[in-house]
């Protein structure tokens, strides 16, 4: 017994030092590919004025089943990292991770001889039983904390900056990735948040649940939470509040938005504000976001068939809540192609202060944290609006077949 034992020791040591991925493709962070991919041509030249086809691939070739599906999210994820976001960089060569008896995490990462400390807080609920589910805050919760879950505060501006145009390069990740690197403030949150789930996983003695974890954010917090959700296929439930352009608005219906006279942020605009995008985005926002083959509808999509819950204010012109309805409807028949309609809801609310939660969405925001972190049933069809909103879908802004893959 203790042969077969020890040789079975050894054949698990021998896989895992020939496959060390062996063990990481049940908890891997992107998204899985079933089928050979197409490449992504080399300068592919698009436009299009409406949001383009999330069941095309840039090649032309149709979507028509499951595993070509798998394939177009990849080919969006990468079309997302080189035209908005920048490179989100792989599991650095070394992450360890520490619990301190005031529950701060401090995981360190190390690459080519760089080495980098941060440390989000976790606060345990006072019901439930561990492991726990918990919610991933950038800079803090901008709703009321449910029961039974934990809450993990992630100071996003340590890991990279966003004060202005000054910010780019600076903060935490660009320590260890260099300031040149690609990827723009939001993507180095999600490159964190990412660690932050590697961190739990290694860590029994946290307690925390890493199949019930969601992310959320407020504002511009908000966008970052959505871009972290996207990129991260272990986050069970992303929840953007208030996230406007850049977050659930769609570029080119803000534009729209702008063009009709509701003064609303653009991409124009938020390539001067702040490092939120990667330099590449510049080209398509100096220019014509018309020339950029994805929209939010397929940043969103990158979470499907994951939960996500969309909370927006409709009386916040800059917020773009007009084009977040119209985003948010396109992309909800992503999940409605994958038979996963539910997992998928938006609620905008009337005109309150900015990431202030109102009441009147405290019952649709407990119904999506019942189902996908409680493991309650709920009934999570949600597809409200205070804004009495026209978009047609199909339509002249998503005029494109939703295939039946599921
Ligand atoms: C970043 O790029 C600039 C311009 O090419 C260069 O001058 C600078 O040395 C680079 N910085 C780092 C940290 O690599
Ligand atoms: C975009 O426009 C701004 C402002 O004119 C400029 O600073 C920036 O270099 C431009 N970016 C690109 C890629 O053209």
Not at 182 to 201: F, K, N, P, Q, Y
Not at 220 to 242: H, M, S, Y
Not at 315 to 320: E, K, M, N, S
Request: net charge neutral.
């Amino acid at each position: 017994m203790s042969v077969l034992l020890s040789s079975f020791a050894r054949l698990a040591l021998f896989l895992l030092a020939v496959f060390p991925s062996w063990v990481q493709c049940s908890s891997s962070e992107s998204p899985m590919k079933r089928a050979p991919c197409p490449a992504l041509p080399s300068s592919p030249q698009f436009s299009d004025t409406a949001l383009p086809d999330p069941f095309t691939f840039l090649d032309g070739a149709a979507v028509t089943t499951l595993g070509a599906w798998t394939c177009r999210q990849a080919e969006v994820n990468s079309l997302f990292q080189i035209n908005e976001l920048g490179t989100k960089p792989p599991p650095p060569s070394t992450l360890t991770a520490t619990l301190s008896s005031s529950n701060a995490l401090a995981i360190t990462a190390s690459e080519a001889g760089k080495s980098i400390t941060f440390t989000p807080t976790i606060s345990f609920p006072t019901t439930g039983t561990a492991p726990f589910p918990a919610i991933i805050a950038f800079n803090g919760l901008s709703f009321p904390r449910p029961a039974g879950v934990a809450l993990i505060t992630f100071n996003v501006d340590d890991m990279a900056q966003q004060v202005n145009l000054a910010s780019r390069g600076q903060g935490k990740f660009f320590t260890l990735y260099g300031a040149n690197a690609t990827a723009s403030a939001m993507m180095a949150w999600a490159w964190g948040v990412s660690r932050i789930i590697d961190a739990l996983e290694m860590t029994p003695n946290a307690r925390i649940d890493t199949k019930r974890i969601a992310v959320t954010g407020c504002s511009r917090n908000g966008k970052g939470a959505l871009v972290a959700g996207a990129f991260d296929t272990r986050i069970a439930l992303t929840i953007p509040q208030e996230s406007g352009s850049g977050g659930t608005d769609c570029w080119r219906l803000s534009d729209a938005l702008q063009a009709r006279g509701v003064v609303t942020q653009t991409a124009s605009e938020i390539v001067q504000e702040n490092v939120w995008f990667s330099r590449s985005f510049e080209t398509f926002a100096n220019t014509s976001v018309n020339m950029l083959p994805v929209d939010h509808h397929m940043l969103a999509g990158l979470v499907a068939p994951r939960a996500l819950f969309v909370i927006d204010n409709v009386g916040i012109d800059w917020l773009g809540a007009e084009s977040s309805f119209g985003c948010m409807k396109s992309a909800r028949r992503i999940w409605q192609a994958l038979g996963a309609s539910n997992n998928m809801g938006y609620s905008q609310a009337a005109s309150h202060d900015h990431c202030s939660f109102p009441a009147s969405q405290q019952a649709v925001l407990t119904a999506f944290i019942n189902k996908f972190l409680l493991g309650l049933s709920a009934n999570t069809t949600v597809t409200e609006t205070a804004g009495n909103y026209m978009f047609d879908t199909p339509g002249v802004w998503d005029p494109w077949n939703a295939p039946q893959l599921a």
